[in-house]
């Protein structure tokens, strides 16, 4: 396993921690103030994994940033309406109703629409600052990222009863 390949399965497996379900609430207190510190490790891993793979010089890395920055702000906040939607699920899932299941289903539907938004929408950001072929990259990189946690939810997540 090369260094990137590291990088990227420790990013994934970060990242699907922050996405399992809430603690009973004698542990919440702790687990929120370690949050910060795994979700802060999740961002440093992976921007160093997207740095290395990138091959960004210098004047297309002072554009690149700040773009990657809001990108990620804004990843961030569907990746908490996913978490919260796993939260939702995993309170229920052995006694799901139909009616709560089609509920779920529709949230799913709709973060999945809102994912495929974002990354249209800063396809016009990152083009005007880096040539086409690492706009490509880093949407490859962004990809295998997300496919890595999928995966792993997965395996971790039940199907329904």
Aim: cysteine-free; glycine content about 4%.
């Amino acid at each position: 396993m090369n260094k990137g390949t590291k990088a990227l399965a420790l990013v994934a497996a970060l990242a699907a921690i922050l996405m399992l379900p809430a603690l009973p609430a004698g542990a919440q207190d702790k687990q929120s103030a370690n949050m910060e510190i795994v979700r802060e490790a999740i961002q440093a891993n992976k921007k160093l994994l997207i740095a290395q793979n990138m091959g960004l010089t210098e004047s297309e890395a002072n554009a690149f940033w700040p773009v990657y920055d809001r990108y990620q702000e804004a990843l961030g906040k569907i990746n908490e309406r996913k978490a919260k939607l796993i939260a939702d699920y995993a309170k229920e899932y052995q006694t799901l109703s139909d009616q709560k299941g089609q509920q779920l289903l529709e949230e799913t539907l709709a973060i999945e629409e809102e994912m495929i938004k974002l990354k249209k929408s800063y396809l016009s950001k990152f083009n005007p600052v880096l040539p086409a072929k690492k706009v490509a990259r880093y949407y490859q990189l962004e990809n295998k990222i997300q496919a890595l946690i999928g995966f792993d939810l997965a395996n971790r997540i039940p199907l329904v009863k």
